[in-house]
């Protein structure tokens, strides 16, 4: 993977940056989490996510580690969502056994979206927070 500076995983911030628990999801954001699962089994990759744009399409994907050319999940699933048109996106999720989200796919969420939430979740499903900021 790309290198970069990560991110804090579970850190569920309010408008003050603050921290608390992680909080249950919406059906929308557990099916992101249900897609990016899926991305990552189906190849055996490190890394799996998917992204909801503006129109509520979503796109999935999984972490590539080729000699040539490297992408994290979440950099490649908003990559995906930019390639079919979206100008925004609603919110991500990350599935990755990582204790912090990279840098690199959170900048690529922020380039579409400045507040758009990335949920951060283990292999299980289980949701290890949301990265606000």
Sequence with gaps: MPESSAVP???????TGSAAAPTELSAEDT???????????RVGAVEGASVRDQDGRT???????LPSLALTALQLAVASAAAAGATRL?????????STLDGAGHA?????AADAPIHVAAP??????????
């Design 9 to 15: 995983a579970a850190v569920v911030a309010g408008p």
């Design 31 to 41: 099916k992101l989490v249900v897609l990016a699962r899926g991305a990552r089994s």
């Design 124 to 133: 299980n499903g289980t949701l290890l927070g949301t990265v606000v900021e």
């Design 108 to 112: 690529a969420v922020r380039d579409l």
């Design 59 to 65: 796109y999935a994907a999984a972490s590539v580690a």
């Design 90 to 98: 609603e919110a991500a999720a990350v599935v990755t056994e990582a």
